[in-house]
């Protein structure tokens, strides 16, 4: 069991920059795939991005590339999500999340552990 803490959300104008941070309660070296997720008003919760177990792979959603970037200090129990040239449309809660499984995956439901979300809001 491991219990997930999101935080470093906020309110910044477009075109500006958050770094999200996710604590982990417990050891996550080489334990948990790890990832983030989003979900705004009205709409499904969305795969924004997955880093490996010891940090070596990620991938995103297309609509991130190039902007956003997931890190992880497994010595700090600590995942990171840094947010450059934001958009009105990244609007959204954040989550991050922890799995089990081994391979990078875009499906909620292959998540096993969620935090709690940290709020980010873009003004244009």
């Known amino acids: 069991q491991v219990q997930l803490v999101e935080s470093g959300g906020g309110l910044v104008q477009a075109g500006g920059s958050l770094r999200l941070s996710c604590a982990a309660s417990s050891q996550t070296s080489a334990t948990y795939l790890m990832a983030w997720f989003r979900q705004a008003p009205g709409k499904d919760r969305e795969f924004v991005g997955a880093?490996?177990?010891?940090?070596?792979?990620?991938n995103y959603v297309e609509s991130v590339k190039g902007r956003f970037t997931i890190s992880r200090d497994n010595a700090k129990n600590t995942m990171f999500l840094q947010m450059n040239s934001l958009k009105p449309e990244d609007t959204a809660v954040y989550y991050c999340?922890?799995?089990?499984?081994?391979?990078?995956?875009?499906?909620?439901?292959?998540?096993?552990?969620w935090g709690q979300g940290t709020q980010v809001t873009v003004s244009s």
């Open positions: 999340a922890a799995s089990v499984l081994y391979t990078l995956s875009v499906v909620p439901s292959n998540y096993n552990y």
């Open positions: 880093i490996s177990r010891r940090g070596g792979s990620t």
